[in-house]
């Protein structure tokens, strides 16, 4: 028989490194097309400039989520303590 961990951790787990994988290769993808555009310095400068501000967003609102999550579960480990 297998140990499995509950479902909820098992799959939020997945979710925040997914969601952290997916931004990362975002980012690394948008850069290097970026790079390899044929447009002015100034251009491709604004337009990273605009691609890390929106990854920065995104990253700040995943630790957000993640921040709720945790408190949750610390709620929930407490009234089930007490």
Not at 20 to 39: D, I, N
Not at 48 to 67: F, H
Request: hydrophobic share 40%; charged share 20%.
């Amino acid at each position: 028989m297998h140990n499995h961990t509950s479902d909820s951790t098992c799959h939020g787990t997945s979710y925040s490194g997914l969601t952290f994988s997916f931004l990362a290769g975002s980012l690394a993808g948008a850069t290097v097309a970026l790079l390899l555009a044929p447009q002015s310095g100034k251009d491709t400068r604004e337009m990273m400039g605009r691609k890390l501000n929106d990854t920065a967003d995104s990253a700040l609102a995943m630790k957000g989520r993640l921040v709720e999550r945790l408190n949750d579960t610390a709620d929930s480990a407490l009234a089930m303590k007490g």
